[in-house]
């Protein structure tokens, strides 16, 4: 019932030359959705990826009226059709002491989070508002900095309304459920929601045979999302992408099966899982 954009609401495909928006791709996306009573997630409008080269080479204040222009562009086109956005995605660094060192970092400040979302409200006054992460979904360094960065947020009357964990995760290797169902409560006490935003299981180093392999994964997605079950800050589960014929984790960490459903749109036991977990069983 809800979808995000993988690539197309992204600067890169949404204003690849300075001040010509394009939109067809994000459009489609919403009008498959709206055809299918699902409801859209904007992805993202601020992230030093998937940036188009002439951003990094504009001048400080260039870059200022680049990124409010954007912003407002991609934001204010979209208005009324998705129900939130991830309004900035990485900023925290992977060290946990403090902000990414990117491009508008160094050309706008540490206050460019900020005034992110000022500007996304501004442009979409009922959208909610969300920072969204990796690697911050338990309890430590980087999970810490991304609750202390909305905190203050929320404490100097930003509008954010909530946090994206993204969850990109090994079933040999993630944070545990107790540290995950920690954070949500903590960010919850914020008065923020909490959303699993990019769900998807690596099995590739998990041994046995690949049944084995996928009661493994079964049982990663079902304990998971009945966390977020469980935790009344968390409010939706998104998984980023859902046949493993098309999944980023490929060619970023090597062939895996991740996701809900196999090449053949077939469903996994982690479907399953997840419908379980869902119904609370
Ligand atoms: O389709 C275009 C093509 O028309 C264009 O000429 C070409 C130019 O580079 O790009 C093609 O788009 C590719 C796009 O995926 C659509 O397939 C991009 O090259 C490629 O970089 C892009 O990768 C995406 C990546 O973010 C960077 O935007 C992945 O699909 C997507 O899964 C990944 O998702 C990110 C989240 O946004 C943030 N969290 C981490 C997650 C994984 O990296």
Redesign the pocket.
Known sequence: NDLTA??EM?W??TENTRGTFNFPGGDAIVAFAEANGMQVKG??LI?H??LPGWVASLSAPELRIAFEDHIRGVAGHYRGQVRAWDVV??AIDDSGRGLRDTVFLRGLGADYVAEAFRLARQADPDAELIY?D?SAEGLGDKSDAVYDLVKGLKQRGVPIDGVGM?M?ISATGYPSLANIAANMRRLGALGLKVNIS?MDVRISDVSGDLTTRLQVQRQVYHDIVTVCVAEPACESVTF??FTDAHT?VDA?FGPDDPLLFDERYYAKPAFSGVEDAYLGR
């Open positions: 993988e690539w992204k890169d495909p992805h993202a992230w990826q998937a995605n990485e969204n990796y993204q990109h990019e980023w992408g980023w970023f």
